[in-house]
């Protein structure tokens, strides 16, 4: 069964590497960080854009004889057709692709944390939390390459890139598509590719392949995240292939006493031999993923802490977010300022200069005029956002105060927080406040009088 040949980011091996490039095409080489079967990948700095990028180059060797650089080519070009394509924060991102009759290379985004792999030992694993917590960004991940008309078919733990932070694993990333099922491509492409310990029985026998085959892999990842071992483990590689076809993998909890019923039984469901006996869509995944935070069904690590699932979940249920395409919600889980208020917090004063604008995530705020109770604001809506925006700065004055009436939890946004978002998700914010506007002019002709004048 062929193994794709570009692996990102192995361990460096004990072998003599060739003397290390001062430079490959117009990328400053660093220093060689990773190694696969014929590949080498390279830190490298972009002068042009300022910034350090992971180059992925054919070795020589790979290129020579007909045969077998066909074979290679087909898995460069899979990566190379993706330049630029994918975008989506938890997902590498392909910036360039070279391919001359001298060389190959792909220049990616620079992720310096290393791989999931060094989690899947049982003296090294993660607490239960942040392995779901992990199993959701990747289900939106996928979900997202999916409706790019992609399946990954090589999901595992080390294409998975970790971004340490916070003293662990801050956000993921997945990699390596020179593997990727294109619906849309049109040319021949490999089939029964993968790795055989998280490939799918019908990957694994040729048969067609839905978005389910990815969910048995990331399955199979959060299997072994969980317990220190594979789904699936056997002496022989035959043995190895009667267990993905025909044997049902121990649960979980077999040997993390820790794992609940409930995460047992989503592990097991996506491990399903039958793709239909898995859950039905990506959203479905994610939102079970998601669900076994909010009703606590894994170990907390720190109870007073707020998981990035926590805050897209609460994004997509705010009234003031329901436009908002999910890469856009998470750039807004990232950079926007989470602020929990206390019953009486004063947020906003009268007369004070407009620096940030809020949204109501939880809560209830009051907004009071000369003293006299003139709003009430709940979850989804916002405050602020009309002194904020103003055209002339002699206008961005505070109008009214306002005061949390309940324990709240905004989410605040100020220029330079807002100037960092992507023009996509800025366009999402003007929109919003279109409707915001809308809604005011509507509420002050009569519609709901109790509500006006929330702008401040």
């Not at 899947?120 to 392995?131: F, K, S, V």
């Not at 995460?263 to 998601?290: C, G, V």
Request: glycine share 8%; charged share 25%.
């Amino acid at each position: 069964m062929p193994i794709p040949p570009l692996d990102l980011l192995q361990p460096l091996s004990t072998a003599i590497a060739d003397p290390l490039p001062d430079r490959i095409g117009k990328y400053r080489v660093t220093r060689r960080i990773g190694q696969g079967s014929t590949s080498d990948v390279f830190l490298c700095h972009d002068e042009f854009h300022a910034r350090d990028v992971a180059l992925k180059r054919v070795r020589p060797q790979a290129l020579a004889g007909a045969q077998q650089a066909r074979y290679n080519a087909r898995f460069f070009a899979a990566e190379a057709a993706l330049v630029g394509r994918l975008q989506h924060p938890h997902v590498v991102q392909i910036h360039d692709a070279v391919s001359t009759p001298a060389e190959q290379y792909l220049v990616m985004e620079h992720v310096p944390g290393g791989t999931l792999q060094r989690h899947c030992r049982a003296d090294r694993l993660l607490p239960l939390e942040q392995i779901v917590e992990i199993g959701f960004k990747c289900a939106m991940a996928l979900g997202y390459v999916f409706r790019q008309g992609l399946i990954h078919r090589d999901v595992k733990p080390a294409n998975i890139l970790v971004v340490e932070g916070r003293g662990g694993i801050d956000n993921v990333k997945l990699t390596d598509f020179g593997s990727a099922l294109d619906f849309g491509a049109d040319v021949t492409q490999v089939h029964r590719v993968g790795s055989l310990a998280y490939m799918s029985p019908e990957q694994l026998c040729g048969a067609e392949l839905l978005a389910q085959s990815d969910m048995y892999s990331l399955g199979a990842v959060l299997y072994h995240l969980v317990t220190g071992h594979a789904p699936v483990e056997a002496d022989s590689p035959a043995a190895l292939l009667h267990e993905i076809l025909e044997r049902p993998p121990a649960p979980p909890s077999a040997y993390r006493s820790q794992v609940s019923p409930a995460l047992d039984a989503l592990i097991l469901r996506a491990l399903a031999k039958r793709p239909e006996d898995r859950p039905a869509s990506w959203d479905e995944f994610a939102d079970a993923l998601a669900h076994l935070i909010r009703r606590r069904e894994v170990p907390r690590v720190e109870h007073e802490s707020v998981l990035d699932s926590e805050r897209f979940s609460l994004l997509r249920s705010l009234e003031f977010f329901q436009g908002f395409d999910d890469i856009a919600l998470w750039e807004v889980v990232h950079q926007a300022c989470w602020q929990r208020l206390p019953v009486g917090h004063r947020l906003m004063r009268r007369g004070e200069k407009a620096q940030d604008f809020h949204i109501v995530a939880a809560g209830r705020l009051e907004v009071f005029r000369e003293g006299r109770r003139v709003a009430s604001v709940g979850a989804g809506r916002s405050v602020g956002e009309m002194s904020y925006l103003a055209p002339n700065p002699a206008l961005r004055t505070r109008s009214a105060d306002v005061v949390a009436a309940e324990p709240s939890t905004t989410i605040a946004f100020t220029a330079e927080s807002l100037g960092r978002l992507s023009m996509g998700c800025q366009r999402h914010f003007d929109r919003a406040f279109i409707a915001v506007l809308v809604r005011r002019l509507h509420e002050t002709e009569g519609a709901d009088p109790g509500a006006a004048g929330t702008g401040s």
